[in-house]
Antibody, heavy 121, light 110 residues
Framework: EVQLLESGGGLVQPGGSLRLSCAGSGFSLTSYAMTWVRQAPGKGLEWVSA????????YYADSVTGRFTTSRDTSKNTLYLQMNSLRVEDTAVYYC??????????????WGQGTLVTVSA | QSALTQPASVSGSPGQSISISCTGASSDVGAYNFVSWYQQHPGKAPKLLIYDVSNRPSGVSNRFSGSKSGNTASLTISGLQAEDEADYYC??????????FGTGTKVTVL
């Protein structure tokens, strides 16, 4: 059974950093692309970042480029989102999700439970 | 990249069919067949309903179908049921090598 377990969310001050983790089970990160999607309180979905199954290609929304970095540890089957220079507008529930295929097409068939990141002074 | 445009709300009676539109541009919806649709119930993670415009993942009811014409994609729900009441989002690949979601549509079953 495919499962995704996120962790690392919390309260951080503006300008601070946080690293989110997404531990996968029941599948291999090396076989599927992975995506980060966020949802601000009461708002819609926003695509944040993705990484291909090969791990060679990463993609970022303009709103986070240069501040966020997606990476993975295949030995732990875990995906990461390093978030630096956090802003109030980054406050959201962050979801990790597994794509149906090897390439990052934002076709996400399994999702984590989400982890809340709150950026506030 | 601006969000794709969806109607804020759509409603229908049980058993009816409804459609949700998703309007983008020639640089996203109109250019690529990488359109997907998600259903989200309150407090839950989204669920993939349709990918690559019209493909259904295994386990998704055939009451859900997708299509595209020009810069507009559509999701049709046939035989509307009470459990279909939820928020629905479209998504598309863009020429900037990124993805964008729609503004979201709240479906109400009367």
């Amino acid at each position: 059974e495919v499962q995704l377990l996120e962790s690392g969310g919390g309260l951080v001050q503006p300008g601070g950093s946080l690293r989110l983790s997404c531990a996968g089970s029941g599948f291999s990160l090396t076989s599927y692309a992975m995506t980060w999607v966020r949802q601000a309180p009461g708002k819609g979905l926003e695509w944040v970042s993705a990484i291909s199954g090969s791990g060679d290609s990463t993609y970022y929304a303009d709103s986070v480029t240069g501040r966020f970095t997606t990476s993975r540890d295949t030995s732990k089957n875990t995906l990461y989102l390093q978030m630096n220079s956090l802003r109030v507008e980054d406050t959201a529930v962050y979801y990790c999700a597994k794509d149906v295929g090897y390439l990052a097409h934002n076709n996400n068939d399994f999702w984590g439970q989400g982890t809340l990141v709150t950026v506030s002074a | 990249q601006s969000a794709l445009t969806q109607p804020a709300s759509v409603s229908g009676s049980p058993g009816q069919s409804i459609s949700i539109s998703c309007t983008g541009a020639s640089s996203d919806v109109g250019a690529y067949n990488f359109v997907s649709w998600y259903q989200q119930h309150p407090g839950k993670a989204p669920k993939l309903l349709i990918y690559d415009v019209s493909n259904r993942p295994s386990g998704v009811s055939n009451r859900f179908s997708g299509s595209k014409s020009g810069n507009t994609a559509s999701l049709t729900i046939s035989g509307l049921q009470a459990e279909d009441e939820a928020d629905y989002y479209c998504s598309s690949y863009t020429s900037s090598n990124t993805y964008v979601f729609g503004t979201g549509t709240k479906v109400t079953v009367l």
